[in-house]
């Protein structure tokens, strides 16, 4: 079965950035939009940023102008670049695959610890 597979979390101080990156271990057909969400302690799990196909992009309001996605269509892999981080950006962050016959994500990844202190 394909996973997604996340890579690049970690603990960085505030003002700091991160890339993310998220693969898929196999073919996975017919991909239309890619995302990235997060999910902080005792809070509600929020979708961060979305890429579709086309390549259109967008973001929470929380994250404008601070955090980019993109895609490589070529290795099925969705990045996330998080620049001037937050301590309020502290979160597991979950990578996602939609596929064209879907209205929601059909594939999750295990999740990447990103921690902004000092």
């Known amino acids: 079965q394909v996973q997604l597979v996340e890579s690049g979390g970690g603990l960085v101080q505030p003002g700091g950035s991160l890339r993310l990156s998220c693969a898929a271990s196999?073919?996975?057909?017919?991909?239309?939009?890619m995302g990235w969400y997060r999910q902080a302690p005792g809070k509600q799990r929020d979708l961060v940023a979305r890429i579709t196909s086309g390549g259109s992009t967008s973001y929470a309001d929380s994250v404008k102008g601070r955090f980019t996605i993109s895609r490589d269509n070529a290795k099925s892999t969705v990045y996330l670049q998080m620049n001037s981080l937050k301590p309020e950006d502290t979160a597991v962050y979950y990578c996602t695959f939609r596929t064209i016959l879907s209205n929601t994500p059909d594939y999750w990844g295990q999740g990447t610890q990103v921690t902004v202190s000092s």
């Open positions: 196999g073919r996975i057909f017919g991909i239309s939009a």
